[in-house]
């Protein structure tokens, strides 16, 4: 399974997350694009799931135009020491995620 993380998800959490294939936004140089830009590039390249902190999204976007799972974490920060413990529920619901539709990870 492929997880690219926003840019606003600090990269330090692919620690976390050993038994995927995790990238971000910056080291696919997709910095600045928009949302749903982002998240047609993530498709054309494969991606299952599109990790997220950006509350936002959920109310901006169409997530049926899109072959990926959105996941967004609840977290107040991107500080790895907030996100790291997002991971556990977030590890224990992957399973269960259907692609074009996006979910909200919660402590």
Request: charge should be neutral; charged fraction near 25%; aromatic fraction near 10%.
């Amino acid at each position: 399974m492929k997880i690219l993380l926003d840019e606003c998800v600090t990269k330090k959490l692919i620690t976390y997350l050993v038994n995927y294939e995790v990238t971000t936004v910056s080291k696919k140089n997709w910095n600045g694009l928009r949302n749903g830009e982002l998240m047609k590039k993530a498709e054309e390249d494969s991606f299952d799931i599109f990790l997220t902190i950006d509350k936002k999204m959920l109310h901006q976007q169409n997530f049926s135009e899109y072959n990926l799972i959105v996941v967004v974490l609840d977290s107040p920060s991107s500080e790895i020491e907030i996100l790291k413990e997002y991971v556990q529920n977030f590890l224990n619901q992957i399973s269960s995620f259907e692609k074009r539709k996006a979910y909200i990870i919660t402590l």
